[in-house]
């Protein structure tokens, strides 16, 4: 199923507050991590798909993993370039606040060796891991000016109907919820709220991670279609 813009922004939107709910009670640190293989065929894809959302799973269970985070967020991404499928999975990842001081910090080739120890692929995959902090330092009025734009969007603008594509691809639960973070989905009304004083914009973290996720997509884009979106919307 051809993923349409709306969905996305809400959730960047939504996961702002939540970020920031979290933040008022608890000390944690954030990453953004992106878990990908690049170059899929279309002969290949639900196959990998399928590997990719096991091995996700199997990820998180891994010791190293487990006892450095308290939840996540994750979306599928696939990305159409050139006929080949560039499957992702982005993830918002609190951890413990000591992630950064001790045995506990993962470095990013760690990530990498784990990612693919969980998918348990062939190795002419192409894997892809990147990770991100996410920390006080952020261009405050350029993020607020992409949400107060990110909201009149919302408001105004209807949303297209989506395009059924493979209906494997379509059935796929796209995101999730777990632990601390699902905690605090429960309590946090889902309605997307349009005035941006329902949101706090003093909290970096929340700032930041909005300035990236509204640039995810949930489902299958294509790449150059997106970005000439992306670019008139936002």
């Known amino acids: 199923m051809l993923g349409t813009w709306r969905k996305p922004l809400e959730l960047a939107f939504f996961n702002h507050r939540l970020i920031s709910e979290v933040n008022r009670f608890n000390k944690v640190n954030w990453l953004i991590i992106d878990l990908g293989i690049k170059h899929v065929t279309a002969e290949h894809i639900n196959e990998v798909l399928d590997s990719m959302l096991v091995g996700f799973n199997r990820l998180f269970k891994y010791k190293k993993v487990k006892q450095a985070n308290l939840g996540y967020f994750r979306m599928l991404d696939i990305i159409i370039e050139e006929e080949r499928f560039n499957p992702v999975i982005h993830v918002l990842l609190p951890t ?21 120890k969980a998918l348990d692929m062939r190795p002419e995959y192409d894997l892809s891991v990147e990770v991100n ?11 607020i000016d992409s949400m107060e734009q990110g909201l009149i969007l919302l408001h105004n603008v209807p949303d297209r109907p989506q395009t059924k594509s493979n209906d494997t691809i379509s059935s796929r639960r796209l995101i999730g919820y777990s632990r601390l973070l699902k905690e605090y989905v429960d309590r946090i009304h889902p309605k997307i709220e349009y005035n941006l004083h329902h949101y706090d914009i003093n909290d ?19 790449q150059k279609e997106f970005d000439l979106k992306q670019s008139s919307l936002l």
């Open 96 to 116: 413990i606040k000591s992630y950064f001081q001790g045995r506990y910090y993962i470095k990013l080739s760690e990530w990498a060796t784990l990612w693919h």
């Open 133 to 143: 902090t996410l920390n006080s330092k952020s261009d405050q009025p350029s993020i």
């Open 204 to 222: 970096p973290f929340a700032n930041s991670a909005f300035n990236l996720m509204r640039h995810w997509h949930s489902g299958i884009r294509n």
